[in-house]
C-alpha cells in the first residue's frame, strides 16, 4: 500500500480566505479569515478575535501572528460565536 504524502504548508495555502482558529503557545486564540501564510506559518488574519480562556476579549481588523508562536492553526468554517 502506498500512502500520499501531505504537506502541511499546501493545506495551509488553500485555506486563504477561509476560517481558521490559530492557537498560540501562551494559551492565546485568534480566530479569523486567513488572508496570508508563509513557509515559516507566518500568519495574517482579518476580522479576528482574541480568545482568552475559550472567552472572547478582543476583537481586531487585522492580525499579524509570528509563526515561532503558532501551536496549531485549525481550518474550519463552523466556530461557536
Given at each position: 500500500?502506498?500512502?500520499?504524502?501531505?504537506?502541511?504548508?499546501?493545506?495551509?495555502q488553500?485555506?486563504?480566505?477561509?476560517?481558521?482558529s490559530?492557537?498560540?503557545?501562551m494559551?492565546?486564540?485568534?480566530?479569523?479569515?486567513?488572508?496570508?501564510?508563509?513557509?515559516y506559518?507566518?500568519?495574517i488574519?482579518?476580522?479576528a478575535?482574541?480568545?482568552?480562556?475559550?472567552?472572547?476579549?478582543?476583537?481586531?481588523?487585522?492580525?499579524?501572528?509570528?509563526g515561532?508562536?503558532?501551536?496549531?492553526i485549525?481550518?474550519?468554517s463552523?466556530?461557536?460565536?
Amino acid at each position: 500500500m502506498s500512502q500520499q504524502v501531505k504537506k502541511p504548508l499546501n493545506s495551509l495555502q488553500k485555506a486563504i480566505n477561509k476560517q481558521v482558529s490559530v492557537r498560540l503557545k501562551m494559551e492565546l486564540e485568534y480566530r479569523g479569515k486567513m488572508a496570508s501564510v508563509d513557509q515559516y506559518m507566518n500568519v495574517i488574519l482579518v476580522d479576528a478575535t482574541e480568545y482568552s480562556g475559550g472567552n472572547p476579549s478582543a476583537n481586531y481588523g487585522k492580525v499579524v501572528i509570528r509563526g515561532n508562536n503558532v501551536l496549531f492553526i485549525k481550518i474550519s468554517s463552523d466556530f461557536e460565536p
